[in-house]
């Protein structure tokens, strides 16, 4: 056991990490996101992969009937162009050996991140209305996402202009957490889709589609075999073109398996979120030192500044709950600094009592 654990540390100490479970945390979760990212940089070939007709990969069945659509297009490829080097990017701002030692990269890296970010986060406010099926609680899903990691890059990025480094890293951790949610929800979405297609009879969820999207999937033919409202002539049947599909996944009608796939989508991701959220606030709490150090890092280079509040330049939570403000540690040279001038203080005052004390008897003995 041992022995693995000096191969572990050899592996891992030109990553720079202090800590073990950091190690594994970083193999986990920024794995994750690399691995994520990497396997669909194909989805960026539009025609190819990412919308080739009758493919299991890509997008969801559906969408791109709305995806060929000069808007929408534009808004997924955004979203897609930006966020998926993004996120492969973001890992390596988590390596400590980067940080300390590539800084210039750590930091041009930092800035394209955070551009990245805030474009594929516009080009997800545009698809949102058709993103599996478009409901709204998949649209209110992300209007929540882009505004927590908007919220969350941009507030990073004041604390380090601040040279409040606890914060900032503070806050990367949470945005890229909450944004790495989509990822735990794939997961999710498998053990969902299961659980609503074991419903009883009279359980069931249902959804709505428009038969023109419908027809994009398969072609006009089984669509209408499925659904014969969709029949040209006889519109008059459904509702604004759309027709009722019934969720499951054990199903003959392939449609009713796009259904429960676009209602159980919203639902995972809104669990995997609070996971997330959860998680990272955890990590957070029980990683107090490595935050005071950053502080006291802060502090020094906020005073080197001559910032005004050093230590708490930036958006430190004192500013705006009720805490106690915080207090800088004294660097170990000037306590031992301190200490030497106690003593020196200290025997001096022994000196001016012994010269005391020889002059009183010298007095008392001539008297």
């Not at 690399?34 to 559906?62: E, H, I, N």
């Not at 998926?84 to 300390?100: G, Y």
Request: net charge positive; hydrophobic share 45%; with cysteine.
């Amino acid at each position: 056991m041992s022995s693995i654990i000096q191969i572990g540390k050899k592996v891992t100490s030109p990553l720079g990490f202090q800590k073990g479970y950091n190690v594994i945390l970083f193999i986990i979760f920024g794995g994750a996101l690399m691995g994520f990212a990497l396997a669909r940089f194909q989805f960026l070939s539009f025609k190819g992969v990412f919308c080739k007709p009758l493919s299991t990969l890509g997008a969801a069945p559906g969408e791109c009937y709305w995806y060929k659509q000069d808007l929408y297009k534009a808004g997924i490829l955004l979203h897609l162009g930006c966020m998926l080097p993004a996120s492969f990017l973001a890992a390596f701002q988590f390596v400590p050996s980067i940080r300390h030692h590539l800084l210039i990269f750590h930091r041009m890296n930092g800035y394209i991140i955070i551009l990245l970010t805030l474009v594929g986060n516009a080009g997800a406010i545009i698809i949102a209305r058709h993103v599996f099926g478009g409901t709204v609680a998949t649209q209110t899903l992300v209007g929540t996402l882009f505004l927590m990691s908007t919220f969350g890059i941009l507030n990073a990025y004041y604390n380090i202009k601040c040279l409040q480094i606890d914060q900032h890293r503070a806050w990367m951790l949470r945005t890229f957490a909450w944004m790495g949610s989509i990822i735990t929800a794939r997961v999710i979405l498998i053990t969902m889709i299961h659980a609503i297609s074991s419903l009883p009879a009279g359980y069931n969820f249902y959804d709505n589609r428009s038969c023109d999207e419908l027809i994009s999937i398969a072609g006009p033919d089984p669509v209408y075999a499925f659904y014969p409202e969709c029949v040209p002539g006889f519109s008059n049947s459904t509702t604004a073109g759309r027709v009722i599909l019934r969720a499951t996944w054990n199903s003959d009608n392939p449609f009713e398996k796009v259904a429960v796939a676009g209602l159980s989508f919203p639902a995972t991701v809104w669990l995997s979120l609070a996971l997330h959220v959860l998680g990272i606030e955890l990590y957070l709490a029980f990683t107090p030192r490595e935050g005071q150090r950053l502080r006291q890092i802060s502090y020094e280079r906020q005073l080197a500044r001559g910032m005004k509040n050093p230590g708490s330049a930036g958006l430190v939570p004192e500013k705006f709950a009720d805490a106690d403000p915080w207090v800088p540690k004294l660097e170990d040279r000037e306590i031992q600094k301190n200490k030497e001038s106690s003593s020196r203080s200290s025997g001096d005052d022994f000196a001016n009592i012994e010269r005391s004390i020889t002059d009183s008897v010298r007095i008392y003995a001539t008297a």
